[in-house]
């Protein structure tokens, strides 16, 4: 059920014809999957709420089908909720609470969740919102020695962490770190990220911390990503049982 809601929630190609997606049969089939027992179909739908957002009820939905996957601990639905609350939506905006749901995002999705609330409380130019001491207490759940670019990130990330907590001399050495290592990296990746990692060391050298501000369609790419990871997963998982 979940596989069939989550394919007719999608634009699919199939040779030169274009499937378009039929929302409410998706709704419907991720709503079956969920009540079966398949509780990360509720952070799917919740997602397709949020892509669409044509009224405040997808909102409402959204929110309803989130609080279901987290009372469900699917970790997805933390980040989710996190979002939710520091956005303001179909709720008034609750900082404490975000920094709540994004605790338990970070500890329990390790080590990507930890580096994406790490950032984001570090980097905030929400002043209610940011925290740059808790995002301090995630800096360990990083494996920053591993190989390939995820730690690459990890090390962009503490960098901005320490800078956050006025320690620049640390900023530096770990920003330095990371572009070293990105020099490494497929040229894609490095084209892709050495600007911003280069402009970062310059705010740190000047004892000057980072601050990312949210683009206007951060939302609904965020969501879109989830489902997407939501959905590969749960199709690995099939592979493996097949095998």
Do not use: C
């Amino acid at each position: 059920m979940y596989i069939s809601g989550a394919l007719q929630g999608e634009e699919i190609k199939t040779g030169n014809e274009l499937i378009n997606n039929d929302f409410e049969s998706a709704a419907y089939w991720l709503e079956q999957a969920a009540k079966a027992g398949e509780n990360y179909a509720y952070t799917h739908l919740a997602s397709l709420y949020v892509i669409r957002n044509k009224t405040d009820q997808d909102m409402n939905l959204a929110r309803q089908n989130l609080i279901l996957a987290a009372d469900a601990e699917q970790p997805d639905a933390f980040l989710g909720m996190a979002l939710f609350e520091l956005h303001g939506l179909a709720s008034s905006a609750d900082y404490k609470l975000a920094r709540t749901w994004l605790d338990l995002y970070a500890r329990t999705v390790i080590p990507a969740g930890s580096n994406e609330a790490a950032w984001l409380l570090a980097t905030s130019p929400n002043e209610d919102f940011r925290a740059p001491g808790q995002a301090l207490e995630y800096i360990n759940l990083l494996n920053v020695d591993a190989a390939g670019p995820a730690s690459i990130m990890y090390l962009d990330t503490v960098a901005a962490v320490y800078a956050a907590n006025g320690n620049f001399n640390q900023a530096v050495a770990f920003q330095t770190q990371a572009i070293a290592g990105l020099k490494k990296q497929e040229p894609a990746i490095y084209q892709d990220n050495i600007q911003g990692f280069r402009e970062r060391m310059n705010f740190y050298q000047n004892n000057k911390f980072w601050i990312d501000a949210l683009p206007d369609n951060y939302l609904q790419q965020r969501f879109a990503d989830m489902k997407d990871e939501i959905y590969n997963r749960q199709l690995r998982a099939i592979i493996m049982e097949t095998q």
